[in-house]
């Protein structure tokens, strides 16, 4: 499976951007969709997860009530629709696939494909 993350960029505090996770090469609804993030000096963390069918939706507490994950099976897409942002939402961000679903799904180490990342920055 191959994961192709894009739409990020420059935004100032408060402003919105919204990602997309484009798949190829596997079956795409039968796997679990995440987002993570990694910033300078910082390992990567735990966003957001969808499951196949669109439930199961979990997020960090850090951006609870502001980001919203959805996934498209049609289009073979994930999207994370970010608003309110903070400079501290500054980051690389990744799309990934978990061929399971799992309890752990905040761990890095669930998710078998990995897309290149997306630079996210927030100004303040």
């Known amino acids: 499976v191959q994961l192709q993350a894009s739409g990020g960029g420059l935004v100032q505090a408060g402003g919105s951007l919204r990602l997309s996770c484009a798949a190829s090469?596997?079956?795409?609804?039968?796997?679990?969709m995440g987002w993570f993030r990694q910033a300078p000096g910082k390992e990567r963390e735990f966003v957001a997860r969808?499951?196949?069918?669109?439930?199961?939706?979990r997020y960090a507490d850090s951006v609870k009530g502001r980001f919203t994950i959805s996934r498209d099976n049609a289009k073979n897409s994930v999207y994370l629709q970010m608003n309110g942002l903070k400079p501290e939402d500054t980051a690389v961000y990744y799309c990934?696939?978990?061929?399971?679903?799992?309890?752990?799904?905040?761990?890095?180490?669930?998710?078998?494909?990995w897309g290149q990342g997306t630079q996210v920055t927030v100004s303040s």
């Open positions: 969808i499951t196949w069918s669109g439930y199961g939706i």
């Open positions: 090469g596997g079956t795409f609804s039968s796997y679990v």
């Open positions: 990934a696939a978990d061929r399971m679903s799992s309890d752990s799904y905040y761990s890095e180490h669930e998710y078998d494909y």
